[in-house]
């Protein structure tokens, strides 16, 4: 293990052996952990088979970056967040029973996850397109209350900003988003001759996860290395790599520049992103004691992101927790709030 690591040992010298702890622990194999201010890098740290550089696949970071994309077009008056999915996919309300569920639900709903969608559906699972598909998942389970975190909130709220800009989610990313504001390595569906951190052997848990429901699947990947295919199944199999929800590889700095963005911007409804709303949840963002005086998101296959504009600090971390031949790494939210901890105490 040959770590590249950049920070002043004076304030962050706690950062370098909680990760050691961690990884030794077998929480993750390799990880790439950036801290920073709104405009300068604090902390560089890359231990493992991993560089500065290396992608990572994001997993449900993706929904930020969906977010990002939301925002700025309801910014430019394209979209408002009252506006109903119904209207902004009319295809939807064709169907009664869609319509029936989802007339009435906003795109503030889907970003807060309050829309009473439930939770996880793996669409590979059925045959028929996404409207037909939607069609079983809402035939199948009634409407949840309250806050209840689903994919596929943001699986329709991709299609949201395909429709109203007018081209593929992938096009959407990186003219909305990676090239103004200069973001560097984001993207879906990466050159496989780049280099990507391996992110885990096959689906093992998602394939618990459809037996558990009593929903077969036949085309599972093989229990081996996967490298540059999204671990999602539903982005993976289902959309191709190009979902709302998940399907984004980037390296750490592509994510630290857009936390930079949501820290320093003057954008009222970029800073009220930031903020509880309905579910005690932000637009697309998580708050709770796990992001002191600020919010983040986590992903799956072990990814976060966190910032406060108030302490002027925020984190990036990204891990491949999932690449284990046999997966036993448990939450890394315990990890994750230790660091959030220590670098909110610097800066606070």
Known sequence: MKPSKTYDENRYGAVIPLIYAYMERGYFPSVSVRVFSKDHTLLSASLGDTRPDTLFDVASLTKIATTAQALL????????????????????????????????????????????????????????????????????????????????????????????????????????????????????????????????????????????????????????????????????????????????FADPMAYQRLCQFFMTTDSRLFQASQAARAGGRGLGWELGDMYPDGCGHTGFTGTSVYLSRNLNIGAVIFTNRLFYPKVTAPTLNGFRRELHQIIASVNG
């Not at 689903?150 to 989610?169: C, Q, T």
């Not at 992938?170 to 879906?188: I, S, T």
């Not at 280099?195 to 618990?208: F, H, L, T």
């Not at 959309?239 to 399907?247: D, E, P």
């Open 73 to 248: 077009l309801i910014e430019k008056g394209t979209l408002r967040l009252g506006d109903s999915i119904t209207d902004c996919l009319p295809e939807l309300s064709a169907d009664s029973i869609i319509n029936e569920r989802l007339a009435g639900v906003t795109l503030e709903q889907l970003m807060t996850h309050t829309s009473g969608i439930v939770s996880w559906y793996p669409f590979y699972a059925e045959s028929g397109d996404f409207t037909q598909v939607l069609r079983i998942v809402l035939s199948r389970y009634p409407r949840e209350m309250g806050m209840v975190y689903s994919d596929i909130n943001f699986m329709l709220l991709g299609k949201a900003v395909e429709r109203a800009y007018g081209m593929p989610l992938e096009d959407c990313l990186k003219k909305l988003l990676v090239e103004p504001f200069g973001l560097g390595n984001m993207m879906y569906r990466p050159d496989p001759m780049l280099d990507i951190a391996p992110s885990c052997y096959g689906n093992p848990v998602e394939e618990g996860m459809c037996a558990e429901r009593g929903l077969s699947f036949s085309n599972w990947r093989p229990h081996t290395p996967v490298r540059g295919g999204a671990n999602d199944g539903n982005a993976y199999y289902y959309f191709s790599g190009i979902a709302g929800s998940a399907g984004i």
